[in-house]
């Protein structure tokens, strides 16, 4: 049964990084601490226990570090190497998501320290005199609070930086999200203006050219001078709508982004993530073909978004572009963070892309490499040529 405090980016690596460390403590702890008693015995394997399941099990953590502390307070006797494993168990419970953990264990930690105090002098002897037992008890408090209560303070400070990174993120995505949306709303409300002009260009030629055709037919026996002006107005009128048509498409065809606009926005967007704490290294090989251009930086603004929410900001994110015959190639990878800022996704962001690719002739790729340490992501365009009106 899973703990319900168990850490919910937890992976494999690390269980077995906990096991591990945990059985090295053991196998130290437990030998040393054979020759002072069953208590101190007692102690070592509790907190071996607590610190092989600190992560996977936080519940069994803090049961098996009371018991610990209960054990060596009732026979009054110490284990160092225990007591100096606490620093650890304190830290994760500081830096714990849940907020009850993070401030019990700051409760617990308060309440140890005290007992510690008092303890000290009992446990060592210590009876000399009121102010020898009186520096015994501010000795048992402070070491105490140094090895649990610094423990607690790491974990908590790495927590809070932790939650600002987070947020932080969390505000450059949603800033990428918000122009992502603007950008599509500026692209339908484009398409829907064309859609509208061509609407307005066929319907008014074709109504013209369907009256002067019928007047034409009817009047090409009784009156040849009038159908051959009809015949003539059909002729310039479909003329005219055919080179209103050609605008239309140009306009349709033409990209927002221009290249000198692309390589403005990809300055903008590479500052906006290396704000956000990402290294990338920029590899772009300049490409001058506008027609896919705006595929091509919708591609690069979803992988750095993607890159910010699951890679590992640690790491540089490399950025290829390139043409290759009658190709444009774009290539995106970064490393995979084992513990990611933002965990999860519906996978709509490489479904959209791939739509994007699709769109333009092209074909999208992304997936692990190198034993999923690694994430790439690569498009696939026709380098198209711009056309004339004529053709």
Not at 278 to 296: H, N, Q, W, Y
Not at 323 to 343: C, F
């Amino acid at each position: 049964m899973r703990d319900p405090l168990a850490l919910p980016d937890l992976t494999r690596r690390g269980i077995i990084v906990d096991v591990a460390l945990a059985g090295v403590f053991g196998l130290i702890a437990i030998p040393i601490h054979a020759f002072e008693g069953a208590s101190s015995v007692m102690a070592a394997i509790l907190v071996t226990v607590a610190l092989a399941c600190r992560r996977i099990a936080p519940s069994t953590m803090m049961v098996c570090a009371l018991m610990s502390a209960a054990v060596q307070s009732i026979d009054l006797r110490i284990a160092v190497l225990p007591c100096a494993a606490y620093a650890i168990l304190f830290y994760t419970a500081g830096g714990h998501p849940d907020r009850r953990v993070r401030f019990g264990s700051l409760a617990v930690a308060i309440g140890g320290s005290v007992l510690a105090g008092i303890l000290f002098p009992f446990v060592y002897d210590i009876d000399d005199g009121l102010a020898d037992r009186a520096a015994g008890h501010l000795i048992g408090l402070l070491s105490c609070a140094v090895v649990v209560g610094g423990g607690w303070a790491t974990g908590f400070i790495r927590h809070q930086k932790r939650s600002v990174e987070q947020a932080r993120v969390a505000g450059t995505i949603a800033e990428l999200e918000r122009k992502r949306l603007l950008d599509l709303y500026a692209e339908q409300t484009e398409r829907t203006r064309l859609a509208r002009d061509m609407h307005d260009v066929v319907a008014h030629s074709l109504a013209v050219v369907v009256a002067q055709a019928e007047g034409a037919r009817y009047a090409m026996t009784t009156d040849p001078d009038s159908a051959r002006k009809a015949l003539g107005v059909i002729a310039d009128t479909a003329r005219e709508a055919l080179g209103d048509v050609r605008g239309l498409l140009e306009e349709l065809r033409r990209d927002d982004t221009l290249p000198e606009a692309t390589h403005t926005d990809r300055q903008r967007l590479f500052e906006r993530m290396r704000a956000a704490g990402m290294t990338i290294v920029d590899e772009t090989v300049p490409v001058t073909d506008s027609a896919t251009a705006d595929v091509t930086f919708r591609v690069l603004t979803e992988c750095l978004t993607n890159a910010l929410k699951y890679g590992d900001l640690g790491q540089p994110v490399t950025i290829t572009e390139r043409r290759d015959g009658d190709r444009q190639i774009l290539s995106v990878r970064n490393a995979v963070a084992a513990d990611p800022i933002a965990p999860g996704g519906a996978g709509y962001g490489i479904v959209g892309m791939t739509e994007r690719a699709l769109r333009v002739g092209g074909t999208l790729t992304a997936g692990a490499v190198d034993g999923g340490t690694a994430w790439v992501t690569e498009l696939t365009v026709p380098a198209q040529t711009q056309e004339g009106p004529g053709r």
